[in-house]
Structures are given as C-alpha cells and as structure tokens.
C-alpha cells in the first residue's frame, strides 16, 4: 500500500462529501414529503353562477364559474344549465371546458333569449373525463 491509500481523507474531502449528503438527504426528504401529501382524490368540479346577468340585444347573458377543488385533472368537462319558466324547462345550454387542473377555475357564459330572472336556473356539472 502507498502512503496515500493509509490516510484518511483531507478536510477539503469531508466538508464536500458531507455537503453532498447533506444535499442528498434534503431531496429525498422533499420526495418523500410530497409523496405522503399528495392529493390523490379525483376531480372535484363546482360551478357557480356570477351575480351580474347582461342584457345586450335581446339576449341575457350568465356568466358563471368552474373550480377543480380535487387532486387530479379533468378533461372535457361538460356545464349544463336549464332555465325553467312556470315549471317547464324553456331553455338548455351547454358548455365544454377542454381541460381543469387541480385548483384551476374558468369562466364562461350561458346566452338565453328568455330573462333568466323571471324563472330558475339551473347550473350544473354534467361529466368529465381523466386525461
């Protein structure tokens, strides 16, 4: 054996190797803790109707929002509104939102020819599909 082989590692040598460990253990540990806090429920999807209802031309226009509160995403995320008069359902509409990350919201609008105040809207989520 050479001399060099007997001795132990020079003070350069240990601070690098312990930063190193240092920096090794940290990233398993965020590894690790995002693991174990991971969201893993499927899409929760809600839509709200906003408060202001427009009226330009004839047409009443509802905007309304979407919120994805689960873990996953969605895909084609199907809103559906029913505007009711007298108890009967007068008008549909429906929209599609291609795709709704977990936490993400997007809004749009429904667009009727009858006034949406004189009857009961309806808003809902109809599907959606995981990518």
């Known amino acids: 054996m050479t001399k060099r082989e007997q001795q132990p590692g020079s003070i350069a040598e240990w601070v690098t190797f312990s930063i190193a460990s240092l920096i090794l253990a940290i990233i398993v540990s965020l590894v690790?803790?995002?693991?174990?806090?991971?969201?893993?429920?499927?899409?929760?999807?809600?839509?709200t109707k906003k408060q202001t209802i427009r009226e330009i031309g004839g047409q009443f226009y509802v905007p309304f929002e979407v919120v994805n509160t689960g873990g996953d995403t969605a895909e084609s995320v199907q809103i559906m509104a029913e505007l009711l008069i007298d108890g009967k359902v007068t008008e549909t509409g429906e929209q599609q939102i291609d795709f709704l990350s977990s936490g993400e919201s997007e809004e749009g609008a429904f667009i009727f020819s009858q006034n949406p105040r004189q009857g009961q809207l309806n808003l809902r989520v109809g599907s959606y599909k995981l990518p």
């Open 32 to 47: 690790g803790y995002t693991w174990l806090n991971e969201k893993n429920q499927p899409p929760i999807l809600s839509v």
